[in-house]
């Protein structure tokens, strides 16, 4: 039996799918399901059991769950929200239940993966290594990636990243994201710009080093931070922090040129003014290193952005998208 956290999710409902289609269906999903398209999610899914985040966290403390049954837990439940502002309540659900979780499977030798976000990078002025000893240098730019910095520190100083693994997750997109709402990714929000009117915007940069629209991510998606998440469970040798993305840059230019070829429209990108709030706390580039997710013997190939905003945008969102309004 495996656990699974943030299971009606984005990255956990994808988890769940790659489980079913790999034959296990012996999952306990742990979240609040508190959206039409997060019910969704699990409607084609095959699973033990739905049980909301308070009540397993009464019953994992209670005794409830044997741990010689469970083969693993896949730990992504968290509130993603990088615009929340209640310190308390990221604290309680991020780092306070995610410490609970990991004593647990520490105590009774089950294998662990928890979802860390590059959130905790901050301005990038620290670089991207995921070196346990650079943790302290690292200065999230909000509230979010502070619980998730708080919880990887937390780990490593009780000397836990010896036996389980936190997977930094870079700039995921891909199906089952609607529930999102205002943290959908930009293929998600933006297509409609695309279909109806024709067109694109995209935020000006406010630095001389980057054009308009020249600003970098890493995006990845979803299907090969699947991959990735379920080789860790496989791989319980491969222990620590390590960044999920795909070690390339790209550009927002990239991401709206591959979109516009995905539906067959001419390119029309208009840049505009980033609101004032977020001018302070952008990221103008993020590239995972990801030498020691090789160095740990993990070889898959990453999906282009190309192919992989063709897949989403002709395979899933246009014959979906009006099921998210």
Known sequence: ?????????????????????RGCSDVIVVDVVDHPRKERNLAA???????????????????????SGVSGVLHLGACSATTETDWDYLYDNNVVFSQELIRWCARGDVRCVYASSAATYGDGESGYSDDHALFDNLKPMNLYGKSKLDLDIWARDQGLLGSVAGLRYFNVFGPNEWHKEGMRSV??????????EGRMTLFKSYRDDYSDGGQERDFVYVSDVVDITLWM???????????????IARTWNDLARSMFSAVSKTENIEYVEMPDNLREQYQYHTRADISKLRSVGYDGEFV??????KNYVVDHLQSDRHLGE
Do not use: C, W
């Open 304 to 309: 282009s952005l190309e192919s992989a905003v």
């Open 233 to 247: 469970l496989g791989h319980p040798e491969a222990n620590g922090v390590f960044n999920v993305g795909t070690g």
């Open 187 to 196: 293929v998600n929000k933006k297509l409609p710009e695309i279909e109806e």
């Open 45 to 67: 899914l095959k699973y033990e059991e739905l049980i909301g985040v308070g009540e397993f966290r009464e019953k994992l403390a209670g005794g409830a769950y044997d741990r």
């Open 1 to 21: 039996m495996l656990i699974l956290t943030g299971g009606a999710g984005f990255i956990g409902s994808a988890l769940l799918f790659e489980l079913n289609q």
